[in-house]
C-alpha cells in the first residue's frame, strides 16, 4: 500500500480538476475513491510511473509492509516551487522591462506583441483568456531570444458598463470595484509567467491616460469631425435611463422586462464616414484575416448607383413640387419599378399622407419608432406596411405607381426612400405579394426560373424595359451597360444623377452613464454655444458620486454632480455648464497601443521618436468578436492622428491574428423515453417526445465513431461540446488549472490543443498528456525523484560530446521549433519536443551541449521549467535573453543512404549507412542485419568489394562453405 497524498494547495474537493485526478486513480484501481486528501492505494509500475513514483521491485506490490508507510508525492515534477521561484525572480530582476529612453538601442530591430487588453470582469481570467496571451507571450520570448528589443505590454480597458451596475446594486464606487479586479486579474497573469512589461501597465481609467483620450477628442472637434445631433437611443420610461442595446432585448430592458421605446436625444458623433474610402482602401495592404477585412468592407459598405426624382401626383394626378429622391444600386431595373417606399422617419411624410390614411400612418409610425434598425431589416421578419393614399410618376414611363410606408426602409439609409422593384429584390417580392402590387419582369438571365414566382436579384439582359414618349430604350442592354445607360438619362433629363454610397455611419460617442470619460466642453448658459475646455486643463476628471441611480428624466448620472456641473468657461469667464454625457467604452482601447511605447509622458500623447520607432504594432492578437468595431474605430483615430502629424504610420496594426474560443469539456447526454428508459440516440424521432440526462464522463465509452452507453453499448449518446458558461457548470477556472498542473501545463495545453486560430474543445486528459511530457522531460534532464519525493539539484547531463545522431535530432528539432513559432504554428513546434524527448530517452549518455539548447526551445512554452532546469544546468542569470538556438544545415540533410549488399554476386539484403560510411562499418552493419547475418555466420569472407555509397560484394571462400555445410 502506498500512500497517495495530494501535495497541493488546499481546494475545494469538488473541483472539476481535482474530481478528474481521482477518476483517474479510481479507473486504475476500478474503486471508488471519496474525495479526501489522502489515499492509501497499489500503485503498478506504470501508474508509478504516472506518478513519479520510482518504480518496486517486488512482483505484487499489494501488501507489502514496509511499503504502507511509503507516502508518494502526487505530481510530476515540483511546478509549484520552481513557478513561484522564477515569477519572483522576474519580478525581482525586472527581467521583461522593455528600455525605455537612452537605454533604448534602436538600432536593434524592433518587434511590438500585442494582446487586445481585458475588461478586469469581476469573474477574472477564464481559460479563453490565456490561449491568446501565451501565443503573444512565446513570440515575445522568441523575438528577445533573436536579439530584438519587444515592446510586449498589458492593460486595462476598465471603462464600462458592469461596474456602474453593480455600483447602482451595492452602493460601491465603480473605481473601488475596478481596482480589486484590476488586482486579481494582474495575479492571475503573474501566475502564468507572461513575460508583460508590468512597468508599462495602463489603465484607460486613470485620469494620466484618459488625459489623451479627452486630448483626441478635442483634436476630432476642432477638425469638426465630432460634432453634436439629435439622435435616437434606447429609452425605457420604466427605469428612467437610456439603455445600451446590449441592455434591450427583444424591445425590453434586460433588467426587469420593460418595454423600451426609440427617442431622439442630443447625442455626440463622431464623423468616421468621412475617413471611409481610406479605411476602405488601405485595408488591402494589411496583413489581417481575409475574413476580418472582408467584414469591415461589408460594414463600411460602399456601393454605387443613382439617386432618382420621383414626381409626387396630386390627387387628380397632375404633376406637384413635391419629389421624392430614391436611392438604388439597380437603375437597370428602373422600368420594373411598381412603388416607391418612404420610411416611416422620412421627413416628406406629411406632405405626402393623404388625409384619409392618417391615422393609419402615424399608427404605424408609433410601432416602427419601437424597433431597432436590426429588427426592421432582418430578412426574415414578415414585412409590413400601408399606403399613404398618394401616388407618384416614374419618370422613364409616366406610370403612377402607389407611395407606401414601410420600416423594411430605413430612414438612414441613402435618401430613406426606394424605388420598389418587386420582380428582382426579394424584399419588395415579399411586399409586393402581400400588398397584391403587380410585378413587372425587366430583367432575364439562364439562372431566373422559367414561372417567375421567385424574384430574381442577378444581373443580365434588359427585357421590357423601352418607352417612346420619353425616348428610352434599354431593351437588350446587360444590366450594368443598361445602369449607365439610364444614369445618363437621369442626369441629361435633370431626373437624378449618379452616387455612391456607404453603409457605414457616423459614429455614436456620446453615452447617458457615469464610469467613462468626461467629455471635455462646456455650454455657455446665455446661448448654449459649445466651447472646448483648454487642452491645458486636461485630465478634466469624473467628479466623486454617491449615487449612481438614473436620473429618471433621461439626464444622465453626472448631471447629479449639481457643483461640477455648474462651471465657467474659462476662455471667455462666463457662466457655463459641463457636458454630462461621458465618451462610450470604445474610446480608451481606441489608441492605447500608442500609449504602451510610453505610457509615463506627462507632456505627449507618445513621444514622437518612440512612436516611430515602436509603430506600428507587428503583430495584434485578440478576439473575431472585435473584427469590426473596435478595429475600424481605431484605424479611425489613427489615420486622424496621422493627419494631425502625431503618428508616422497609416495602419495601426500589420497583423493581426484571432484566437479561436475554447469550448467546455464535450458533455454527454442519453435520451429517454416516457417512461425514463434510455434509448438511443439514433433511434429518437424529431417529436421531441423524449428527455436527455447527462452522463458522466465515467459511464461512457468510445464504439466507432459515436459514443455509447459502458454498461449497454446499444445505447448511443449524444456528444456536444458547449460555450463555457456558468449556467451549464462547463467552466474552467484557470487557477484551478495551474494549482493542480501548475502555469507552464496550461500554458503547454492551451497552445497544443490545436491551431491557433481555430476553435477548440477543453478536455482535461489534454492537460494530463501535456503535463506528463513536462514531467517526462523534468525526468529526463533532472533524473528520478528521490525517495522522498524531491530531487537532486543538479542535472545528469554530462560535458561529453554528442554523437552525430544526437546532433542530428536536436537540429531537427530547433528547425521545427523555430519554423513552427513564426508561422504561429505552436502546436506542431510542440509536437517536436515532444518527439525529441522520445528520442533522447533512448540515450545512454545527455551530452550538455544537446540539453542546452533543447531548454531554450522549451523556454518560450515553459518558461518556468525552462529556467529552472537552465539554473541547474549551471547559469546564475536567467534565460530569457539567451540567443535563439540555430539550426546548422550540416545535421539537416539527411546523410544515411540504403545501401545493397550482395553475397557472392546476389543481391541479398540492404543496409542503412551514413554516406561516409568506410567499409568495415558497412560490413559490421551488414553482419549485424538479422537477414544478412543468416548468409555471412560462421563463414569465411574471401574478398569485400565496396563502391562507397554504391554497393558492398562479399565473396566467401568455397571449402570453408563446404565445411559448414557439412
Ligand atoms: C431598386 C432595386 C432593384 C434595388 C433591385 C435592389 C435590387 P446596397 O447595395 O446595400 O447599398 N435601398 C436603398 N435605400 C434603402 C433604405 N434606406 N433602406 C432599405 N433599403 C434601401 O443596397 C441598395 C439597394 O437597397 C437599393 O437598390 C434599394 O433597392 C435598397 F432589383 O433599388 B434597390
Not at 446594486?169 to 473601488?176: A, I, S
Not at 521618436?609 to 474605430?633: I, Q
Not at 521549433?817 to 522520445?838: K, L, W
Not at 535573453?881 to 546523410?895: C, G, M, S, V
Amino acid at each position: 500500500m502506498i500512500q497517495i497524498q495530494w501535495l497541493l494547495p488546499p481546494q475545494p474537493l469538488t473541483s472539476p480538476l481535482y474530481n478528474h485526478r481521482r477518476t483517474l486513480l479510481f479507473s486504475s484501481h476500478r474503486r471508488s475513491l471519496p474525495p479526501k486528501h489522502s489515499y492509501a492505494v497499489t500503485l503498478s509500475n506504470v501508474s508509478r510511473k504516472y506518478f513519479g513514483v520510482p518504480a518496486c521491485n517486488c512482483v505484487n506490490s499489494e501488501s507489502t509492509s514496509e511499503e504502507s508507510k511509503e507516502v508518494v508525492k502526487v505530481r510530476a515534477y515540483p511546478f509549484h516551487e520552481i513557478e513561484q521561484r522564477w515569477q519572483k525572480f522576474w519580478d525581482e530582476n525586472r527581467t521583461f522591462r522593455t528600455p525605455d529612453d537612452d537605454e533604448l538601442d534602436t538600432s536593434k530591430p524592433k518587434f511590438y506583441v500585442l494582446d487586445m487588453f481585458p475588461y478586469p470582469s469581476g469573474a477574472g481570467l477564464h481559460v479563453g483568456h490565456p490561449l491568446g496571451y501565451t501565443a503573444t507571450d512565446i513570440l515575445a520570448r522568441f523575438k528577445r531570444m533573436q536579439g530584438f528589443n519587444v515592446l510586449h505590454p498589458m492593460g486595462w480597458d476598465a471603462f464600462g458598463l458592469p461596474a456602474e451596475q453593480y455600483a447602482i446594486e451595492t452602493g460601491t464606487h465603480p473605481k473601488t470595484t475596478t481596482i480589486r479586479n484590476i488586482d486579481r486579474f494582474r495575479t492571475q497573469l503573474k501566475s502564468l509567467g507572461f513575460s508583460f512589461d508590468w512597468e508599462r501597465e495602463i489603465s484607460t481609467t486613470e485620469p494620466d491616460y484618459y488625459k489623451w483620450t479627452q486630448w483626441i477628442f478635442l483634436q476630432l472637434f476642432k477638425r469638426g469631425l465630432a460634432y453634436q445631433a439629435e439622435v435616437p437611443v434606447n429609452w425605457c420610461p420604466a427605469l428612467g435611463t437610456v439603455l445600451a442595446n446590449e441592455e434591450v432585448v427583444d424591445g425590453v430592458s434586460e433588467r426587469g422586462g420593460h418595454p423600451v421605446i426609440r427617442k431622439p436625444m442630443r447625442q455626440w458623433m463622431l464623423k468616421i464616414t468621412a475617413y471611409a474610402d481610406r479605411l476602405l482602401d488601405d485595408l488591402d495592404g494589411l496583413d489581417w484575416p481575409e475574413s476580418i477585412k472582408e467584414m469591415q468592407r461589408n460594414w463600411i459598405g460602399k456601393s454605387q448607383g443613382a439617386e432618382v426624382e420621383f414626381c409626387v401626383l396630386s390627387k387628380d394626378g397632375q404633376d406637384t413640387d413635391t419629389k421624392i429622391t430614391v436611392y438604388t444600386t439597380r437603375p437597370d431595373t428602373i422600368f420594373g419599378v411598381t412603388y416607391l417606399v418612404l420610411a416611416p422617419e422620412h421627413p416628406l411624410l406629411t406632405s405626402v399622407v393623404s388625409e384619409a390614411q392618417k391615422d393609419i400612418v402615424d399608427e404605424y409610425k408609433e410601432v416602427a419608432s419601437r424597433k431597432s434598425d436590426l429588427e426592421r431589416t432582418e430578412l426574415q421578419k414578415e414585412k409590413s406596411g400601408v399606403f399613404s393614399g398618394c401616388y407618384a410618376k416614374n419618370p422613364v414611363n409616366g406610370e403612377a405607381i402607389p407611395i407606401y410606408i414601410a420600416d423594411y426602409v430605413l430612414g438612414s439609409y441613402g435618401t430613406g426612400a426606394i424605388m420598389a422593384v418587386p420582380a428582382h429584390d426579394s424584399r419588395d417580392h415579399e411586399f409586393a405579394l402581400k400588398y397584391n402590387i403587380p410585378i413587372h419582369w425587366v430583367v432575364t438571365s439562364d439562372e431566373c426560373c422559367d414561372d417567375f414566382e421567385k424574384p430574381y436579384s442577378g444581373e443580365g439582359v434588359v427585357i421590357n424595359s423601352s418607352n417612346s414618349t420619353t425616348g428610352l430604350n434599354i431593351n437588350g442592354l446587360n444590366s450594368k451597360e443598361a445602369a449607365v445607360e439610364v444614369i445618363n438619362w437621369v442626369e441629361k433629363t435633370g431626373n437624378g444623377n449618379r452616387k455612391i454610397n456607404y453603409k457605414l455611419r457616423d459614429w455614436l460617442f456620446a453615452r447617458q452613464r457615469y464610469w467613462g470619460e468626461p467629455i471635455p466642453v462646456v455650454f455657455l448658459d446665455e446661448n448654449g454655444e459649445t466651447v472646448p475646455i483648454p487642452e491645458t486643463e486636461l485630465p478634466l476628471t469624473l467628479p466623486e458620486l454617491d449615487d449612481f441611480t438614473p436620473t429618471g428624466t433621461g439626464d444622465p448620472p453626472l448631471s447629479k454632480a449639481v457643483s461640477w456641473v455648474k462651471t465657467v468657461d474659462s476662455s471667455s469667464g462666463k457662466p457655463a455648464r459641463r457636458e454630462t454625457n461621458t465618451m462610450p467604452q470604445w474610446a480608451g482601447s481606441c489608441w492605447y497601443y500608442l500609449r504602451f511605447m510610453d505610457p509615463k509622458n506627462s507632456t505627449q500623447l507618445v513621444d514622437k521618436k518612440k512612436e516611430m520607432y515602436w509603430g506600428p504594432v507587428d503583430v495584434y492578437v485578440g478576439g473575431a468578436e472585435h473584427a469590426v468595431l473596435h478595429l475600424l474605430y481605431s484605424r479611425f483615430w489613427h489615420k486622424v492622428l496621422y493627419d494631425i502629424g502625431v503618428v508616422s504610420t497609416k495602419e495601426p496594426f500589420k497583423c493581426v491574428i484571432n484566437q479561436g474560443i475554447i469550448l467546455g469539456e464535450v458533455q454527454y447526454m442519453a435520451c429517454k423515453d416516457k417512461d425514463g428508459n434510455f434509448v438511443s440516440a439514433d433511434s429518437i424521432d424529431a417529436s421531441g417526445d423524449h428527455t436527455q440526462e447527462r452522463i458522466p464522463d465515467e459511464k461512457v465509452t468510445k464504439s466507432g465513431s459515436s459514443f455509447v452507453l459502458k454498461d449497454d453499448p446499444n445505447i448511443r449518446l449524444i456528444a456536444r461540446a458547449h460555450k463555457m458558461s456558468k449556467s451549464r457548470g462547463n467552466v474552467v477556472n484557470p487557477d484551478d488549472v495551474v494549482s493542480e498542473y501548475g502555469a507552464d501545463s496550461l500554458r503547454l495545453y492551451e497552445m497544443f490543443m490545436g491551431p491557433l486560430r481555430d476553435s477548440k474543445t477543453w478536455n482535461t486528459s489534454g492537460i494530463e498528456g501535456v503535463h506528463r511530457f513536462l514531467g517526462r522531460s523534468w525526468r529526463l534532464i533532472v533524473g528520478s525523484p528521490l525517495p522522498d519525493g524531491t530531487y537532486e539539484n543538479q542535472t545528469l547531463a554530462v560535458d561529453e560530446n554528442p554523437a552525430l545522431q544526437q546532433l542530428k535530432s536536436l537540429h531537427r528539432c530547433i528547425e521545427k521549433v523555430t519554423d513552427e513559432i513564426e508561422a504561429t504554428r505552436f502546436n506542431t513546434g510542440i509536437s517536436a519536443m515532444m518527439e525529441f524527448v522520445n528520442v533522447a530517452y533512448k540515450w545512454d549518455k545527455l551530452p550538455k551541449s544537446i540539453v542546452e539548447p533543447f531548454v531554450l526551445l522549451l523556454s518560450p512554452y515553459a518558461p518556468h521549467m525552462a529556467e529552472e532546469l537552465w539554473f541547474r544546468l549551471g547559469h546564475s542569470t536567467s534565460l530569457a535573453y539567451e540567443p535563439f538556438p540555430k539550426a546548422n544545415p550540416a545535421y539537416l540533410k539527411d546523410t544515411t543512404i540504403t545501401l545493397p549488399v550482395q553475397i557472392n554476386g546476389k543481391t541479398r539484403g540492404t543496409v542503412q549507412v551514413e554516406v561516409t560510411c568506410k567499409e568495415d562499418e558497412a560490413f559490421k552493419l551488414a553482419s549485424l542485419d538479422e537477414k544478412l547475418s543468416k548468409y555471412l555466420e560462421g563463414k569465411t569472407v574471401k574478398k569485400r568489394i565496396y563502391v562507397p555509397g554504391k554497393i558492398l560484394n562479399v565473396i566467401l571462400e568455397r571449402e570453408t562453405n563446404k565445411v559448414v555445410a557439412q
